[in-house]
């Protein structure tokens, strides 16, 4: 779990935003009651628990694959000694 943005050390960062966006992003804010600040932390938040792989997404990723491990590992290693 990611540590509250409240307990650690904050950094300041600009951020250009098209005007559309903007005040797209001011409107959600004022119906929130948050301020753009806030909403622009939650939206980070997110995206990086988005861009961490899921387990089902890494783990059984040759399961369908025939041959077994030890197999592809041998033909591998064949391969690299043919080179």
């Known amino acids: 779990m990611m540590p509250s943005s409240h307990s650690v050390i904050k950094v300041r960062t600009i ?4 005007e559309l ?4 992003l001011d409107a959600r804010c004022r119906q929130r009651g948050i301020s753009r ?3 622009m932390r939650e939206a980070l938040r ?9 387990h089902r997404q890494v783990f ?3 399961q369908d694959r025939a041959d077994d491990s030890l197999t592809m590992q041998d033909a591998l290693r ?6």
Do not use: T
């Open 15 to 18: 951020v250009d935003l098209p």
């Open 21 to 24: 966006e903007r005040d797209r």
């Open 37 to 39: 600040a806030e909403a």
């Open 46 to 54: 997110l995206w990086l628990k988005q861009q961490q792989p899921q």
């Open 60 to 62: 059984a990723l040759w």
């Open 78 to 83: 064949r391969e690299w000694a043919e080179r």
